[in-house]
């Protein structure tokens, strides 16, 4: 596994790869690996010969100063799970490389950015869509995956590709759960005892509004309303958003008809999880 | 020559092109071609193996309804200069290909955009650096050529492709201009006779600033003041804005020390001409 810290080494080495014909599968993260990014690293070696993982704790898609400080970092450990895992290539940047003095670019997706995660984290989609254009470029994959957890930027980052001609094929794989159904994520390491127990409520909840519409209830205000109820029922925790919108235009649904998306956002102390589900009328 | 109308099909060539290890040059036209475009293809022939021209009249870039339908186009007079001149694909896709309904992802270059023509049509760079990075993602050139006369639109997009990492050399080349000096432009055919004849002071003014700084002129208040004077002169001329600003952050500048850019746009009637020279202290 070849670990590679510049962008100029990197643009070297994907020179050659070209050349050489392989073709290259790309798993962009923020490090803190967990068996939800390495469930990417194993579909990506399926399809692809070369299997590239980025790991950049992005300073631009941080609105809150305190969360990109306290976001967990750990290159040594996250190595060896890279390796074990079988990635070929760790990029592993500078912030320095990647936002040298005079950096002006910025890539936004309009409109859907707007909803959930955009409407309480304001830049924080504008910084994820620059961060991967940027990657993008730099590495060339031929398929890029991530995961279903965020499923907005999911959706965000097919549309970018889409719309800028990229030529790269968006994987999105499902969410990996912990045992009490918590998803996978980065930020569970800052939760305490109290908090980390508090946080199964979230897949609880969400499994709720799944078996509400399996059901019949196609009521969104009813079910979110629900859901609430739940969650608000543990001590740690502060509801950021529920919504249940369209899985194409993350627009709100009033009436859940077909397949909606039912995607939240809660703070336990002070680390905010975000989880989801698809549910079909 | 081959005219390929739609994305899809160009990808498709520009995948040939590249397994066969191909260079490609290209140079991205609104169009009603003139020589400084045909320069930048005979230029482009000399450094690429293949050199793609696209025409396009780029609908978001335009600030003012009037001068979208206004623009000239005359397609089949352009396909045969572009032959001519030895372009070897061209490619001419329609609005709806490059623009489909939910089209959301738009390229920024913030900072940069906010002098010049980016305060007096704004949203106008924003169109630009879309629609290019669009470009650059189909036809993935090698180099890509522009011409000096959008002075602040070559400074915008080096910046852009340097900051996203596109891998894509950005070559500017030098105004070419009427006998009377007036820069080419296709905007030039909207001019009346009386307008056409006027317009050719702005380069007499760019000159005048230029031959000030060689006398020891250093005030740039003092040479956009005889700049003016000069333009004003001409009945069917509306200054737009003349100013002297830093050739690489475009911030004015009130003393002109070592390179500075005079750049100005002019209205004759309806149509808005710009030109530029860069001139040493």
Known sequence: MKIIDSISRMSVLIKILKKEGKSIGFVPTMGYLHEGH???????????????????????????????????????HDEGLARDAGVDIIFYPSVKDMYP?????????????????????????????????????????????????????????????????MDIEIKILPIIREKDGLAMSSR??????????????????????????KEGERDAKKIIRQMEAMIKGKE?????????????????????????LVALAVFFGKTRLIDNIIVKA
Chains 1, 2 share one sequence.
């Open 38 to 76: 390495l469930s990417l690293v194993r579909t990506a070696k399926k399809h692809t010969d070369v299997v590239a993982m980025s790991i950049f704790v992005n300073p631009i898609q941080f609105d809150r100063r305190e969360d990109l400080e306290k976001y967990p970092r750990d290159f040594k």
């Open 101 to 165: 003095d005079g950096y002006s670019t910025y890539v936004n997706v309009e409109g859907l950015t707007d909803y959930l995660c955009g409407s309480s984290r304001p830049g924080h989609f504008k910084g994820v869509t620059t961060v991967v254009a940027k990657l993008f470029g730099i590495v060339k994959p031929d398929i890029a995956y991530f995961g279903q957890k965020d499923a907005q930027q999911a959706i965000v980052i097919k549309r970018m590709a889409t719309d800028l001609n």
């Open 188 to 213: 569970n390491i800052n939760l305490s005892e109290p908090e980390r127990k508090d946080a199964a409520v979230l897949f609880q909840a969400l499994k709720k509004a799944e078996a509400l519409v």
């Open 236 to 260: 740690t925790a502060k509801i950021d958003y529920i919504s249940i919108v369209d899985t194409k235009d993350l627009k709100p649904m009033s009436t859940v008809l077909s397949e909606a």
